[in-house]
Nanobody, 124 residues
C-alpha cells in the first residue's frame, strides 16, 4: 500500500497550488481520503476529507472557501486544489486513507494508510 503526495512548492501569497495524492495497493473507491498538514512547531492537523461518495468534510474553517478536494478513482488519485494561499498555509501536506468514510477523519490515528508529505511554502 502506498500513498504519495506531490505538487508542493513555493508560491506567493494569493497564488494557487494543486496537490496530488497517488495511491496504490488498495481499492481507492472503498476509502475516504483526508489531507493533513503540519507547520513547523505545530501539531499535525486535519484539513479536509472526501468520502467515496464525493462528499467533502472540512476541519479547518479558514480553508472552506479556498481549498477543494476531488478524486478520480479510476486514476487512483485524489487532488487538493488550494487557491488564495496565505502564509499561514505553509506546512508539509500529507494524504491518508481510511475506510468507513470521513467520520473522525480529523484525527490522524483514524486512518488506515498514510503517505509521505509534500512541502507547501507561501511566501513573498
Amino acid at each position: 500500500v502506498q500513498l504519495q503526495a506531490s505538487g508542493g512548492g513555493l508560491v506567493q501569497p494569493g497564488g494557487s497550488l494543486r496537490l496530488s495524492c497517488e495511491t496504490s495497493g488498495f481499492r481507492l473507491g472503498d476509502y475516504a481520503i483526508g489531507w493533513f498538514r503540519q507547520a513547523p512547531g505545530r501539531q499535525r492537523e486535519g484539513v479536509l476529507c472526501i468520502n467515496s461518495n464525493d462528499v467533502t468534510t472540512y476541519y479547518v474553517n479558514s480553508v472552506k472557501d479556498r481549498f477543494t478536494i476531488s478524486r478520480e478513482d479510476h486514476k487512483n488519485r485524489v487532488y487538493l486544489q488550494m487557491n488564495s494561499l496565505k502564509p499561514e498555509d505553509t506546512a508539509v501536506y500529507y494524504c491518508a486513507a481510511k475506510i468507513y468514510g470521513c467520520l473522525g477523519g480529523d484525527y490522524w490515528d483514524a486512518y488506515d494508510y498514510w503517505g509521505q508529505g509534500t512541502q507547501v511554502t507561501v511566501s513573498s
